[in-house]
């Protein structure tokens, strides 16, 4: 069965510092994959998605992923990170191939921004 | 285009009482997801609709059922409920399989 891991379920950087968010999945076919940012009594915005094509992803406020197929990885970087950033970050996985038709989410990772 | 909506956003409910909750999707979208978000068992799948058919369910008891309508909207019921069905539940939609998925903000429930 799918599985999605985030490693670490609490990072904190300084503000400034780069954003490393770890994403592994389990899949024989490469999935589509997704990160989802949920900021407290909210629901999850989606920051940037993978399906085809370029591997390196670029999505919504600084944040960029790669997809690794011979690592099975799709983590998450910012160069810099800024005191908005602090929220849960959701790794997940859709399996196309497999016609299900649900995502399979990471356990989140809540990241800190220290001043 | 508006986004996604849930109502209510807040509920308190008893142990025993049963409760509906309401997804609008995004116009246009014609599958709905519904999830659950505990801080123990983290985001859940429960079920997916299209086009008013249930295509893929979670595991989750019977006690939790959901509908589509004809418009899209969609409509989960839990029945029975239980102290460990406090939870956030999350509705999303999209335009279809596997396209992506864009969320409400959800609905807190709370049982006592």
């Known amino acids: 069965a799918q599985s999605v891991t985030q490693l670490g379920s609490h990072v904190s950087v300084s503000e400034g510092a780069l954003v490393l968010l770890r994403c592994n999945y389990s899949?024989?076919?490469?999935?589509?994959l997704f990160w989802y940012v949920q900021y407290p009594n909210q629901g999850l915005q989606l920051l940037l998605k993978?399906?085809?094509?370029?591997?390196l992803v670029k999505g919504i406020n600084g944040f960029e992923a790669e997809f690794k197929k011979s690592e099975t990885s799709f983590h998450l970087t910012k160069p810099s990170a800024h005191m908005s950033d602090a929220a849960e970050y959701f790794c997940?996985?859709?399996?196309?191939?497999?016609?299900?038709?649900?995502?399979?989410f990471g356990t989140g990772t809540r990241l800190k921004v220290l001043a | 285009k508006a986004g996604v909506t849930q109502t209510p956003r807040y509920l308190i409910k008893t142990r025993g009482q049963q409760v509906t909750l309401s997804c609008s999707p995004i116009?246009?979208?014609?599958?709905v997801s519904w999830y659950q978000q505990t801080p123990g068992q983290g985001l859940q799948f429960l079920f997916e609709?299209?086009?008013?058919?249930?295509?893929n369910k979670g595991n989750f008891p019977g006690r939790f059922s959901g509908r589509q309508f004809s418009n899209s909207r969609s409509e989960m019921n839990v029945s029975t409920l239980e102290l460990g069905d406090s939870a956030l539940y999350l509705c999303?939609?999209?335009?279809?399989?596997?396209?992506?998925?864009?969320f409400g903000p959800g609905t807190r429930l709370l049982v006592l």
């Open positions: 999303a939609s999209s335009a279809g399989a596997p396209e992506t998925q864009y």
């Open positions: 899949s024989s076919v490469p999935p589509y």
């Open positions: 993978y399906t085809t094509g370029a591997t």
């Open positions: 997940a996985v859709s399996d196309p191939p497999s016609g299900t038709y649900k995502y399979i």
């Open positions: 116009s246009g979208h014609r599958s």
């Open positions: 609709y299209f086009s008013e058919t249930q295509r």
